[in-house]
């Protein structure tokens, strides 16, 4: 499938995830993460490897994607001071969502780094600023782009708006840009959903999130 697939359809699970973010805009980003499913809670083990994982596709790519979407600027944090990658990278290594929207979220690497190729000779991470911004406004213009982009700018506000201890708003960092007052109780340790005994293990030893994609493998995805 190619990006520009005219008989592409929106999923219903994106479906729903847009109804969820429109909620979030009408509640104006403060009570509406509560209605979030959250990731489980982010450890040192975690983080080793996704420094390790992001060394390569998809998550090399995928990071470079939610800098660009939010980047760092002079009046507020941006997707890497958030941890974006690492609230989507626990995100899909251990909550039980719908397999068809990790496979959608990796298919849309290969989708973007085929027509980079095509257009510029080079795979996104590779561009310059002013390049990652034609390409995503291209893919933007078709369905499956658009949405594929729409599910990364979400991630991108659950990263801003969740407790730091599922691996995204270090600090609270999102939230005082926000002036937002976090819920209470926040997890803490010993109280933190993998510390809670009998917890249920949802996945199967992480299998999607420690799959390495090749290049290769992204494009024929």
Partial sequence: ????????????????????RNLLKSAAGASAVAAMPKALA????????????KKSDPWLTLDAVLIHLLPSSPTGPGAEDIQALAYLFNVVDEQPIDEAEEQFIFNGVGWLNGFSESELKQPFVALTQAQKEQILRKISGSRAGHNWINT????????????PAYGGNPDGIG?????????????????????IPGRHK???????AVKNLTPEETRKA
Avoid: C
Wanted: glycine share 2%; no cysteine.
């Fill in 42 to 53: 982010w450890t040192a083990e975690k983080q080793s490897k996704l420094l390790s994982l």
């Fill in 1 to 20: 499938m190619s990006v520009f697939d005219p008989k592409y359809k929106t999923p219903s699970w994106l479906r729903a995830k847009l109804s969820r």
């Fill in 175 to 195: 939230w005082q840009w926000l002036e937002h007052q976090s819920g209470f109780p926040l997890p803490a340790k010993g109280k933190r959903f993998y510390e």
């Fill in 152 to 163: 990364l700018i979400n991630y991108v506000y659950e990263a801003m708006l969740s407790p």
């Fill in 202 to 208: 949802q996945r199967v030893n992480n299998r999607i």
